[in-house]
């Protein structure tokens, strides 16, 4: 196996990369040298996001926009087969898109919207390209969860969220997801030569939960001078995709470059099972 030398001149694809840490990583690896594909619901933002990207990095530096709907499991099969079609080599996998919602919706397959974006999402689209993400070894996948997790549960008997929908609570639910997904994921992926990993970015002062009705917005507002930057959420995120010092890790869960002990509940490898074999139901696909 080869040793890992860092994202330049590797094939990168990240979710949620016009804006906030997403952007903020997209413009650092770009810096590095990596070949990004960035996956983007708008094409104004797109747009915007590249133009940004680009001029951070070399000179010759092209990024990629993939067009798609991650609320829509159709849109995310048609971005895996546009990718899969385009790229003989995925070498990182980055699942940085997230929102959170104040009032319950569901999506065109009929799931709680949170949930669908946040968990199932990066569950489908990693399932979808894994076989070409194994052949390119070594390889590494990371998804962005949160300390949001803390308090959670997986509510493996309610998961559509029919009653009782607290915005901050379901955030919560999906991130504990991600969290369990990756150590999941890492679990089938030893010996593979293809890492796993989350990370918390810490409270970053970006755009998130700012579609969420005006009391939101200026509550984000008002926390804003105790928030972060988008560069030092992002750090963690390309450290991960970036350094060799992570090379031999996999299921952990990261803050400021550190590995750190999630939850009881995120550490539950029971419950972890019993949410891929949930996820492999909601999403029709097994891995």
């Not at 890992?4 to 804006?19: D, L, N």
């Not at 939101?216 to 995120?237: H, I, N, Q, W, Y």
Request: charged fraction near 20%; charge should be positive; aromatic fraction near 6%.
């Amino acid at each position: 196996m080869q040793e890992w030398t860092g994202v330049a001149g590797k094939r990168v694809i990240i979710t949620g990369a016009t804006g906030g840490i997403g952007l903020a990583a997209a413009r650092e690896l770009a810096h590095r040298g990596a070949l990004l594909s960035i996956v983007a619901r708008s094409e104004a933002r797109a747009a915007a996001a590249v133009t940004q990207i680009t001029s951070a990095g070399a000179v010759d530096t092209e990024v990629e926009v993939l067009n798609a709907d991650l609320s829509s499991q159709a849109s995310i099969r048609k971005l895996a087969d546009e990718i899969l079609a385009r790229h003989p080599k995925v070498d990182v996998l980055i699942n940085n898109a997230g929102a959170i919602n104040s009032s319950r919706q569901l999506t065109v397959d009929g799931l709680e919207l949170t949930w669908a974006v946040n968990h199932l999402a990066p569950f489908l689209l990693t399932a979808l390209l894994l076989d070409r993400i194994k052949a390119s070894a070594p390889a590494r996948i990371i998804t962005t969860a949160s300390t949001a997790h803390h308090g959670a549960h997986v509510p493996f008997d309610a998961v559509n969220a029919a009653k009782g929908y607290r915005g901050f609570r379901r955030y919560g639910e999906s991130k504990l997801a991600n969290i369990l997904f990756t150590a999941e994921l890492a679990r089938r992926l030893e010996g593979s030569g293809v890492t796993a990993n989350c990370l918390h970015p810490g409270f970053v002062a970006s755009g998130f939960n700012r579609n969420n009705g005006g009391f939101m917005a200026f509550g984000m507002t008002l926390v804003r001078p105790f928030a972060r930057s988008p560069e030092k959420g992002a750090d963690t995120v390309v450290w991960l995709a970036d350094s060799a010092e992570v090379s031999s890790q996999s299921g952990g869960y990261f803050a400021n470059r550190k590995r750190k002990q999630p939850s009881q509940a995120a550490r539950d490898m029971a419950a972890a099972r019993r949410l891929w074999e949930l996820s492999e139901e909601q999403t029709g696909t097994g891995v």
